[in-house]
């Protein structure tokens, strides 16, 4: 078990050591290496904290989506954790996304939130339906039925974002900036660059917080079942 | 076999209901004062944006409606220990989620046939409205989505604490892109430029919405019932 936990550990600490270093590296690019964009100046520089926390949180849903299917298709118990831990830190870095993307949304187009986007209506749809993700799971009993329905519960998310990016889309009236389209990302060397390098620090922070959360949430399981075990005996 | 069980499942429901009138009666009630209020709310005498805010309205007054069918879809079942007997019983368990998504379809549809007429007394006899035929159908079609999806949220529901809040709360993001294409195929009807293949579009997309998540429903159910 020792081995175990040292390994993890390493591996967090790791992560988190790669984390450290792209973070300050990217705030560096993002301040004071790419120039202003020519139509939206000093305040486009939003967009690289924006789109990579947007993209870091879709990775999370998708990796706790996909630990959800292997739970159900093999009951193992830790694929339950490995599922509810990128959907908890998904939430967070939604929060952020609405957040940032907010206040781009008022320096750019004067609104804090503008009903016509696809971007902004679609990930609001989705970020709801995590939200009641741990609505579910805090109001069912821990135990293999909490991590059943939890894990349905998230792989009904796979068939919610296609069905919800095609219902705005119905309503559509463009006025998000696109920057990746099918021809290629829409920006010059520079500021992809500083993109790339953001999307990294992000990912790298993001893979750190699960690996410390996940690791913190099994020795929480480890202290419970030693406490019952402590109780049965007295 | 299946389609022997189904059937019997699907009675057993409508029977319950018929005898004991615990969910029509009530949506029907629920639906009228809705759209009475959101008369009142939309300024009374002279409706506040007209019939596309209605249609609107009609919507989320459907979607509220369902909520109640779909409180207590399973609620019977637990209370009264059914839930073992149909367990123990040699039928797939997709089966259950079946018969309970028929079931609610066909109680959502008997409620429409009065809430429709009532919504047009209330807000469309006046002034322009909507395709008829086209709202009919966008309004059968959302009741299969809301019964398939419904169904089996409810199942999850009917196991945690609260269940009554939490179903809300866990069907209302699935109602969101339901709602956007449903409002999206009935109030383009209203403007006469609206051209056949949009509406076409738009009924099409609540198609897939239901086939997306009769699949779902189908493959996932038996985790939902697995004690």
Same mark, same amino acid.
């Given at each position: 078990?020792?081995?175990?936990?040292?390994?993890?550990?390493?591996?967090?600490?790791?992560?988190?050591?790669?984390?450290?270093?792209?973070?300050?590296v990217a705030l560096g690019l993002i301040f004071f290496y790419v120039p202003n964009d020519v139509d939206q100046g000093f305040s486009q520089r939003i967009f690289y904290f924006h789109v990579p926390i947007a993209m870091t949180t879709y990775a999370l849903f998708a990796w706790g989506a996909l630990n959800a299917a292997r739970y159900l298709w093999t009951g193992d118990m830790g694929l339950d954790l490995r599922s509810y831990v990128p959907m908890h830190l998904g939430v967070i870095f939604g929060t952020?996304?609405?957040?940032?993307?907010?206040?781009?949304?008022?320096?750019?187009?004067?609104?804090?939130?503008?009903?016509g986007s696809t971007e902004l209506n679609t990930f609001l749809i989705i970020?709801?339906?995590?939200?009641?993700?741990?609505?579910l799971r805090f109001s069912v009993e821990p135990g293999e039925r909490?991590?059943?329905?939890?894990a349905v519960?998230?792989?009904?998310?796979?068939?919610?974002?296609?069905?919800?990016?095609?219902?705005?889309?119905?309503?559509?009236?463009?006025?998000?900036?696109v920057t990746f389209t099918d021809r290629g990302a829409?920006?010059?060397?520079?500021m992809l660059f500083t993109f790339l390098m953001a999307l990294a620090a992000m990912l790298s922070l993001a893979v750190a917080m699960y690996l410390v959360e996940l690791r913190g949430k099994r020795l929480d399981e480890q202290v419970t079942r030693l406490r019952r075990l402590a109780e049965g005996t007295r | 076999m299946s389609r022997r069980a189904l059937v019997a499942l699907v009675r057993k429901d409508l029977v319950l209901e018929l005898r004991g009138s615990e969910v029509v009666l009530a949506m029907v009630a629920f639906v009228v004062a809705s759209f009475v209020l959101f008369r009142f709310?939309?300024?009374?005498?002279?409706? @506040?944006g007209g019939t596309r805010a209605a249609t609107g309205m009609l919507w989320v007054a459907i979607v509220f409606t369902a909520m109640l069918a779909l409180t207590r879809s399973f609620a019977r079942e637990r209370e009264h220990g059914i839930w073992d007997g149909l367990l123990a019983a040699p039928i797939d368990r997709a089966l259950l989620?079946? @018969?309970?998504?028929?079931?609610?379809?066909?109680f959502l549809v008997a409620v429409q046939v009065v809430a429709l007429p009532a919504f047009w007394l209330f807000f469309l006899q006046d002034g322009p409205a909507p395709d008829y035929g086209v709202l009919v159908a966008a309004v059968l079609l959302a009741d299969v989505g809301i019964a398939a999806l419904g169904s089996l949220v409810a199942g999850l529901a009917s196991a945690g604490r609260a269940r009554e809040v939490l179903l809300p709360v866990l069907f209302l993001p699935f109602a969101i892109p339901l709602v956007l294409g449903a409002v999206s195929a009935t109030t383009g009807t209203i403007s006469p430029q609206t051209s056949g293949l949009h509406t076409l579009e738009r009924l099409g997309y609540l198609g897939l919405y239901d086939t997306v998540f009769v699949l779902f429903g189908w493959g996932l159910f038996e985790f939902v019932v697995e004690d």
């Amino acid at each position: 078990m020792n081995t175990t936990s040292g390994a993890r550990l390493d591996r967090a600490t790791s992560a988190a050591l790669v984390a450290a270093v792209l973070m300050p590296v990217a705030l560096g690019l993002i301040f004071f290496y790419v120039p202003n964009d020519v139509d939206q100046g000093f305040s486009q520089r939003i967009f690289y904290f924006h789109v990579p926390i947007a993209m870091t949180t879709y990775a999370l849903f998708a990796w706790g989506a996909l630990n959800a299917a292997r739970y159900l298709w093999t009951g193992d118990m830790g694929l339950d954790l490995r599922s509810y831990v990128p959907m908890h830190l998904g939430v967070i870095f939604g929060t952020l996304t609405l957040v940032t993307g907010s206040i781009w949304a008022k320096v750019s187009w004067g609104t804090w939130w503008y009903w016509g986007s696809t971007e902004l209506n679609t990930f609001l749809i989705i970020f709801l339906f995590y939200c009641a993700y741990f609505m579910l799971r805090f109001s069912v009993e821990p135990g293999e039925r909490r991590a059943r329905y939890s894990a349905v519960y998230a792989l009904l998310g796979v068939g919610l974002i296609p069905i919800s990016v095609l219902a705005v889309h119905l309503g559509q009236d463009v006025i998000h900036p696109v920057t990746f389209t099918d021809r290629g990302a829409n920006m010059d060397g520079t500021m992809l660059f500083t993109f790339l390098m953001a999307l990294a620090a992000m990912l790298s922070l993001a893979v750190a917080m699960y690996l410390v959360e996940l690791r913190g949430k099994r020795l929480d399981e480890q202290v419970t079942r030693l406490r019952r075990l402590a109780e049965g005996t007295r | 076999m299946s389609r022997r069980a189904l059937v019997a499942l699907v009675r057993k429901d409508l029977v319950l209901e018929l005898r004991g009138s615990e969910v029509v009666l009530a949506m029907v009630a629920f639906v009228v004062a809705s759209f009475v209020l959101f008369r009142f709310g939309l300024g009374g005498g002279r409706p @506040a944006g007209g019939t596309r805010a209605a249609t609107g309205m009609l919507w989320v007054a459907i979607v509220f409606t369902a909520m109640l069918a779909l409180t207590r879809s399973f609620a019977r079942e637990r209370e009264h220990g059914i839930w073992d007997g149909l367990l123990a019983a040699p039928i797939d368990r997709a089966l259950l989620w079946l @018969a309970r998504a028929c079931s609610t379809c066909i109680f959502l549809v008997a409620v429409q046939v009065v809430a429709l007429p009532a919504f047009w007394l209330f807000f469309l006899q006046d002034g322009p409205a909507p395709d008829y035929g086209v709202l009919v159908a966008a309004v059968l079609l959302a009741d299969v989505g809301i019964a398939a999806l419904g169904s089996l949220v409810a199942g999850l529901a009917s196991a945690g604490r609260a269940r009554e809040v939490l179903l809300p709360v866990l069907f209302l993001p699935f109602a969101i892109p339901l709602v956007l294409g449903a409002v999206s195929a009935t109030t383009g009807t209203i403007s006469p430029q609206t051209s056949g293949l949009h509406t076409l579009e738009r009924l099409g997309y609540l198609g897939l919405y239901d086939t997306v998540f009769v699949l779902f429903g189908w493959g996932l159910f038996e985790f939902v019932v697995e004690d």
